[in-house]
């Protein structure tokens, strides 16, 4: 088997994840906001932990569509990531 097939999905997969909590970063950093990249590193590491976590407990869990669920998870833990941030930086600013 081919390894393009999943490391283009596990590319896909983290510019899903990660592409909002970056456009946030640079967006504030564009406002003038002080260390707009200071818990970037943070948020990106408990995003994937949590979306790795959530989708291996649907998993075992059996439900009946497993991918849809999945990407829902996935575009949920992006759009808090990235309200976390913006609400973190603006509060501080």
Known sequence: MSYLFPASLALIFMAILW???S???LFLRGMGVPRPF??????W?????LVSGLIYVIYQAGVANPAAYGFAIL????ALGAALLW???SRTS
Do not use: E, T
């Open 87 to 89: 609400w973190r930086r």
């Open 75 to 78: 575009v949920a833990c992006s």
């Open 23 to 25: 456009a946030v970063c």
């Open 38 to 43: 200071a818990g970037l590193v943070l948020v």
């Open 19 to 21: 592409m909002p909590a």
């Open 45 to 49: 590491v408990a995003q994937l932990l």
